[in-house]
């Protein structure tokens, strides 16, 4: 499959030019693979979204690959002698 010219109508980007994607309030906030940010507001959000997932741009509302651990910071402490 060749995603290079694979587009969304009225969306400028084709799937090979996407990294991520997040949705917030109807809009979606996508990340380009040379590093840019844009924004769509789709018609049909669910649509868009499923076109996405399709190809596989990763949403990072499921996957930010952010690593999380589960430490407590101890707040009662001054870090490095500050306060």
């Known amino acids: 499959m060749d995603n290079e010219r694979i587009f969304y109508s009225e969306f400028d980007h084709p799937t090979s030019q996407l990294s991520a994607f997040s949705l917030c309030i109807g809009v979606f906030i996508i990340s380009l693979k040379n590093?840019?940010?844009v924004r769509f507001k789709p018609?049909?959000?669910a649509h868009f979204k499923e076109w996405l997932d399709h190809y596989k741009v990763r949403d990072i509302a499921v996957n930010?690959?952010?690593?999380y651990a589960n430490i407590m910071a101890n707040?009662?402490?001054a870090p490095n002698r500050f306060f």
């Open 64 to 67: 930010d690959d952010i690593p």
């Open 43 to 45: 018609n049909e959000i």
């Open 35 to 37: 590093g840019g940010i």
């Open 75 to 77: 707040l009662s402490k």
